[in-house]
């Protein structure tokens, strides 16, 4: 089982920047694929990106490619979000879970239970 606290989220002007991070604990987390999802009120929480756990795949909606990088450092059990040129329609709440992985499909949650607190990105025009 991997618990996340997310952080980092803020106040940004379009075009800034911000990164995300994901504290993670479990024994089982070198070996999880992560991914980030956001989620605006009245809407679905989609995935954003993701990231295998031997980071050597990396997904990105295309919402976000180009912009968005999704890396982890094993050894800090920590996973990030780094989020250049925002825009006013990334503004969203942003959390962080363990993903399938499977070919070119979107990474979708593993429900080992209820979501994280998310951290609030708020990017004004």
């Known amino acids: 089982q991997v618990q996340v606290v997310e952080s980092g989220g803020g106040l940004v002007q379009a075009g800034g920047s911000l990164r995300l991070s994901c504290a993670a604990s479990g024994r089982t987390f070198s070996t999880t694929n992560m991914g980030w999802f956001r989620q605006t009120p009245g809407k679905e929480r989609n995935v954003v990106a993701a990231?295998?756990?031997?980071?050597?795949?990396?997904y990105y909606a295309d919402s976000v490619k180009g912009r968005f990088t999704i890396s982890r450092d094993n050894a800090k059990n920590t996973v990030y979000l780094q989020m250049n040129s925002l825009k006013p329609e990334d503004t969203a709440v942003y959390y962080c879970?363990?993903?399938?992985?499977?070919?070119?499909?979107?990474?979708?949650?593993?429900?080992?239970?209820?979501w994280g607190q998310g951290t609030q990105v708020t990017v004004s025009s």
């Open positions: 879970a363990p993903v399938l992985m499977i070919g070119n499909t979107s990474p979708s949650r593993i429900s080992y239970g209820d």
């Open positions: 990231i295998s756990w031997h980071d050597a795949i990396r």
